[in-house]
T-cell receptor, first 111, second 113 residues
């Protein structure tokens, strides 16, 4: 079982709508979770981090963490064409100080 | 100037050749990483280093070796390249207090024929 799973296919959303991305993780010891955004042909960049159960909001982005269900999500409100990218979920591997990445989900925002 | 640089940016080589990919950083971070990215497989960790004397294997280290020449430099070598090592390679750095915030270089696209 992969440490971080992102199973949804490409997500197409109309401009102004909410994009919702999900990932699950297998290591119950993981405490820290991250969302990276990667534009086509570019390198990943960190957009959100979350460490506690519940929601964390930063501008149009909200990260949600449920440790009991081992589930992390990212909501993008008022989606813009500039949000079109691949979003990578990552968890910090407990006791190892490295990140495990999911395979990513592509988001396409349609004007 | 970019904080994390990678050379070369693109490389085409033949099976059996030795290849070195180089990474330099000006962020002053102790931790450096090498990843490869393949379509449908995401980012996979090859090797990571927490300081000049600390080198660790990642999930897919077979066929690769690394050298940490200085705090700012971390090189990845393919001793005898094979076609399934064709991929996009990223170097990244992080501060020990913020291990989850990794800063990535622009990537090296490697093609092995």
């Amino acid at each position: 079982q992969k440490e971080v799973e992102q199973n949804s296919g490409p997500l197409s959303v109309p401009e102004g709508a909410i994009a919702s991305l999900n990932c699950t993780y297998s290591d119950r010891g993981s405490q820290s979770f991250f969302w990276y955004r990667q534009y086509s042909g570019k390198s990943p960049e960190l957009i959100m981090s979350i460490y506690s159960n519940g929601d964390k909001e930063d501008g149009r982005f909200t990260a949600q963490l449920n440790k009991a269900s081992q589930y992390v999500s990212l909501l993008i409100r008022d989606s813009q064409p500039s949000d079109s990218a691949t979003y990578l979920c990552a968890s910090e591997v407990y006791g190892n100080n490295r990140l495990a990445f999911g395979k990513g989900n592509q988001v396409v925002v349609i004007p | 100037d970019a904080d994390v640089t990678q050379t070369p940016r693109n490389r085409i080589t033949k099976t059996g050749k030795r290849i070195m990919l180089e990474c330099s950083q000006t962020k002053g971070h102790d931790r450096m990483y090498w990843y490869r990215q393949d379509p449908g497989l995401g980012l996979r960790l090859i090797y990571y280093s927490f300081d000049v004397k600390d080198i660790n294997k990642g999930e897919i280290s077979d066929g690769y070796s690394v050298s940490r020449q200085a705090q700012a430099k971390f090189s990845l070598s393919l001793e005898s390249a094979i076609p399934n090592q064709t991929a996009l390679y990223f170097c990244a750095t992080s501060d020990p207090t913020e291990a989850g915030e990794q800063f990535f270089g622009p990537g090296t696209r490697l093609t092995v024929l």
